[in-house]
């Protein structure tokens, strides 16, 4: 730049020589000099110095009164020259004569070149901007011009060079305690700039010339051949020219290549007030870090304005008032020709506009000077908004390290951060002036992938795709309204959800993503949260007219979420119907509510109340758990009456309506059964009578999990709110109902088979024989779902592992299905390898396994396998998921063992069967309740019927069988030698589990009519 101006000063000395030229004599510029001892002009010897004097000025070191001085000398030697020196002709100069002249009385011929003619032309073309007339000569009249020309330079340059400093990039800002001095001083300079630019117009524009922007391009190339200088300018100017003269026609109007009379004061200033915004940021914003953010922040918004500001004057001037969309095509087309890197089209331009209507208003076909009044006038209050947000730029930025504060002083500093980011973008969304359509952001980024390539194997725009309708959805559920398009009122509530989402994203990124989630102060941090998500949620209730989520409009947005993957896209209509009526009308609402009959059918700020005071009863509890484990080595704990103990005693101390208080209790009831439940550092269920179990960190952990989901379950389902408050539990036939709505989901997402239309039966079931609550009645209680639940999660771990060592053994290592078959020898033989490291937390079993004979094993395990839900074929192969429930089968034998194995022998004697009746008498008279109705079967032969089965594997079957069960088994209950060991408890279950596939019929010749139609273990 500096150098552009220096080739300026330059050109205006060479110009103003040519005027300068005065012999003593009276002599003709055409004639050849005569010898240069006579060739000097009296009186202008002060012209050798007007050179240094010029490049003080450029430099910006010139003192005014040199100025004063040089310009004084110039008018003389003009006056001189007028007077003494003729041409050919009279009255005029032709430009040879005037070249000739230079060269012979001011340039060196042994160090200049000649001016060229073309050269000599280009002057003339400035000539007639400045003086007017003819392009062929100077006449005498119009040196007069000369010298009203030379008296208006003299004044812009005199009020120009106090600033010359600023201008020449010679300039710097002092320190920030003097900013505002510099400030004034730079707009003083300013100011100086635009006036000398209006002067100059004001000049050129009564001459009434026109200047062809391709004439300054040649008149560029002809001074660096002069000047036998490589100047970059030239060059530059020709590389740009094509950009300056579409955006002198966009901004100035008229022809691109040419500037006419009444254009010149709006190109001039356009050049100026461009200067000025470049020297603006290179003083304030790009290199002078030292005078702060705040300064540079009012520069850069000062800049802005100000290009606004010269944009909105200079449309409003151009005849068609606009900037036609196909200008503004032109214009980035022919930026794309002078930087090959940038491509556009016309798509990329539509699009683009679709935007700037969004942010400026307006057309989306032109840019108006309302348009750009409207932006200018934004200026000040983005700058507020960003002034605001800086402070905590690092935050947002993801480059905050919270662990440099102590953990309170931490906290304050991003809820501080969440604030303002949520009142910046809300306020932020107010400048929006009008309408975007969802859909238009898929042109906006096809149209750059194919200006641009794609970004990635798969293109931006086809990932976005489908998420495309999910977000219209939202939008239409949120705001209304059926078409796709957000509106001005929209934005301020979308973006301070947006911003509240990201923060909650940040929040967790900050003090949870690398933190151990055990920890107290963890927990609490998950607290804060978790009310910080239902608070998002509550408030986008808030925000909808009916303050609700229609369950076919969760539908809807759940549909879309498994088109874009997020959830398992398996789930037909049926599906998603069935899970969000039990969503929004047994989970998420209060059971008060759904007894009564008031089911919301839809997502309310009710159902925010339910998530989160269940997920306070979590954590709350967690957090309990976390300050009494914080200083335990894995392996420490409590035995069940300490902890028992411990829990009465916190319990004391809090209130009975309190979150904690509900969860300690459960706690205890899952904790108060006669066996202990805790699990091993795997998360697998120890099942021991043997030896002290501990409750340990992770067990506490397990257990709060599972009361959770029993309390969940428990407070869904049951229609009796004395049971639900009592931890009475629910009936069978109150889970049933609501199970079978969700079970096609569940079908779907490969939760269960689609055969397992039993499946909580066999649930309610397992929870009322095998866990350590279980008392046979109708009700799942509070405990005995907690219990069942930890049953089911160790039962999957161990059945992982398990699968681990089947697929190596009998796939040779390659991915499975649960469709895939095995057969069953090679299952055997791969559990039986495995298991000894696996079943570590049932130790009794394993000390069975290693005793066992291989016969005796493989026989346990067919019928294990068969409970499990394999059935016997030709081929002898099970499906894997006929097989998967292995382990739950292996985990209730263990759980009816550590329960009534009271002298540890590991066999169910008589007096220990005996004790195990009350919790079967449930299944056994579900069983036999045809028979008991029909009087084929009385109540005081179902203690019989059981130690029966307990004995021989199986119900009495056939006439023998029958008269010898009524007739003696009976009658005589002093010859019952009830021995069942492991091997006879699976052989219970197997034979249960065939009566249940065979759908065998009471046989004829049966005296009891009896036959077991158990189905709960498939």
Request: proline share 4%; aromatic share 10%.
């Amino acid at each position: 730049m500096f150098s552009k101006l220096n080739w300026s000063f330059k050109t205006i000395s060479l110009v103003t020589a040519a005027f300068l030229g005065l012999s003593a004599c009276d002599s003709k510029v055409g004639e050849a000099p005569p010898p240069p001892q006579s060739q000097e002009f009296g009186g202008t010897d002060c012209l050798t110095e007007a050179k240094p004097v010029i490049k003080a000025f450029v430099l910006g070191d010139a003192k005014t009164e040199e100025l004063e001085a040089t310009w004084i000398c110039i008018d003389s030697a003009i006056e001189k020259f007028k007077r003494y020196v003729r041409g050919r002709s009279a009255d005029r100069y032709t430009p040879q004569e005037l070249a000739t002249f230079l060269e012979n009385n001011f340039l060196a011929k042994s160090e200049d070149p000649p001016i060229s003619p073309a050269l000599q032309a280009e002057f003339m073309k400035v000539k007639l901007l400045f003086l007017g007339g003819s392009p062929n000569y100077i006449s005498r009249a119009e040196l007069d011009k000369i010298l009203v020309l030379t008296k208006s330079l003299r004044e812009i340059t005199i009020k120009l060079n106090p600033y010359m400093k600023v201008l020449s990039l010679n300039w710097s800002v002092t320190e920030a305690n003097n900013i505002q001095r510099d400030v004034r001083y730079f707009e003083d300079a300013n100011r100086e700039v635009q006036n000398a630019a209006r002067t100059l117009a004001a000049l050129i524009e009564k001459n009434g010339q026109t200047y062809k922007l391709s004439d300054f391009v040649f008149l560029m190339e002809e001074m660096g051949t002069f000047f036998k200088e490589k100047w970059e300018f030239p060059k530059i100017i020709a590389r740009y020219m094509p950009l300056v003269k579409k955006v002198k026609k966009a901004l100035a109007g008229g022809q691109e290549n040419s500037i006419t009379p009444n254009e010149w004061r709006r190109f001039a200033l356009l050049g100026a007030r461009g200067y000025v915004q470049y020297l603006r940021y290179h003083y304030f914003i790009k290199s002078a870090p030292e005078t702060g953010t705040g300064y540079r922040l009012s520069y850069l918004s000062r800049t802005v304005e100000d290009v606004l500001s010269v944009f909105q004057d200079l449309v409003a001037e151009k005849p068609e008032e606009v900037v036609s969309r196909d200008e503004v095509t032109d214009l980035l087309k022919t930026l794309a020709v002078v930087w090959p890197e940038f491509k556009v089209s016309p798509g990329l331009v539509l699009e683009g506009m679709k935007v700037k209507a969004l942010f400026f208003g307006g057309s989306v076909d032109s840019f108006s000077a309302r348009d750009f009044e409207t932006a200018r006038l934004k200026v000040s209050r983005i700058k507020i908004l960003v002034e605001r947000f800086l402070p905590f730029y690092t935050i947002y930025g993801r480059e905050w390290d919270p662990s440099f504060y102590e953990a309170e002083e931490a906290q304050r500093l991003f809820m501080e951060s969440q604030f303002v980011l949520e009142a910046t973008v809300r306020e932020a969304g107010s400048l929006f002036e009008g309408t975007y359509d969802i859909n238009d952001v898929k042109g906006l980024m096809r149209e750059i992938e194919s200006l641009y390539g794609g970004f990635a194997e798969k293109k931006i725009s086809e990932k976005m795709e489908p998420y495309i309708p999910l977000v219209i959805d939202a939008k239409k559920i949120i705001f209304g309204g059926n078409d796709s398009s957000l509106r001005k009122g929209h934005w301020s509530t979308l973006l301070s959800f947006a911003a509240r989402v990201y923060t909650d994203f940040l929040y967790y990124d900050y003090f949870l993503s690398e933190r151990n989630l055990e920890e107290p102060l963890s927990v609490s941090y998950m607290s804060i949260l978790a009310n910080q998500s239902l608070n998002i949620l509550r408030d986008l209730l808030a925000a909808k007219k009916a303050s609700n989520f229609s369950a076919e409009e969760l539908g809807k947005l759940v549909g879309h979420l498994g088109k874009v993957g997020l959830i398992p896209d398996k789930l037909t209509a049926k599906s998603i119907e069935g899970f969000v009526d039990v969503l929004v009308n047994n989970i998420l609402v209060f059971p008060e509510q759904r007894i009564k009959g008031t089911l919301p059918n839809a997502l309310t700020m009710g159902s925010v109340e339910v998530l989160r005071q269940e997920a306070q009863v979590w954590l709350d509890t967690e957090l309990f758990i976390s300050k009494l484990v914080q200083n335990w080595k894995p392996e420490e704990g409590l035995n069940t009456a300490d902890l028992i103990s411990l829990l009465e005693k916190e319990k004391s101390q809090v209130n009975e309506t309190t979150p904690l208080y509900s969860g300690l209790h459960e706690i205890q009831l899952a904790v108060q059964g006669p066996v202990t439940h805790t699990v091993d550092e795997q998360g697998r269920l120890i099942i021991s009578n043997r030896f002290v179990q501990l409750y340990t960190a992770k067990s506490l952990r397990q257990l709060n999990m599972n009361r959770s989901l029993a309390r969940i379950l428990i407070r869904s389902v049951s229609k009796d709110l004395e049971a639900i408050k009592t931890y009475k539990g629910a009936s069978l036939e109150e889970i049933q109902e609501p199970f079978l709505k969700v079970f096609p989901a569940l079908v779907d997402l490969g939760f269960i088979d689609k055969k397992s239309v039993n499946f909580v039966k066999s649930r309610f079931l397992e929870a009322n024989l095998f866990t350590p609550h279980a008392d046979g009645n109708n009700f799942a209680s509070q405990a005995e779902l907690s219990t069942l639940v930890g049953m089911i999660w160790s039962g999957v771990r161990i059945n992982n592992m398990l699968r681990e060592t089947l697929i190596q053994e009998c796939f040779n290592g390659r991915q499975i299905t649960n469709s895939d078959s095995v057969s069953i020898a090679c299952a055997q033989k791969a559990y039986k390898k495995a298991m000894p490291t696996v079943m570590t937390a049932t130790p009794e079993y394993l000390k069975f396994q290693k005793h066992a004979s291989n016969e005796d094993w493989a026989v346990f395990m067919t019928n294990a396998f068969k409970a499990a839900g394999y059935q016997p074929n030709d081929k002898k192969e099970a499906l894997i998921e006929d097989i998967a429930l292995t382990p739950h089968v292996l985990q209730y034998i263990e759980s009816v063992f550590a329960r009534y194995d009271k002298n540890k022998d590991g066999y169910i004697e008589t007096s220990e069967g005996l004790k195990a009746y009350p919790a079967f008498k449930g299944i056994i008279m579900d069983v036999a309740k045809d028979q008991l109705n029909s009087g084929k079967l009385k109540t005081s032969e179902l203690q019989p019927l059981f130690m029966y089965i307990l004995r021989y594997g199986k119900a009495p079957d056939g006439l023998a069988e029958g008269a010898c069960f009524r007739y003696i088994w009976v009658k005589k209950p002093e010859k019952w030698n009830i021995w069942a060991g492991r091997s006879k408890m699976a052989e219970i279950l197997g034979y249960i589990a065939d009566q249940s596939r065979q759908g065998k019929k009471p046989s004829s010749q049966n005296n009891m009519g009896l036959s077991l139609t158990c189905d709960w273990l498939n």
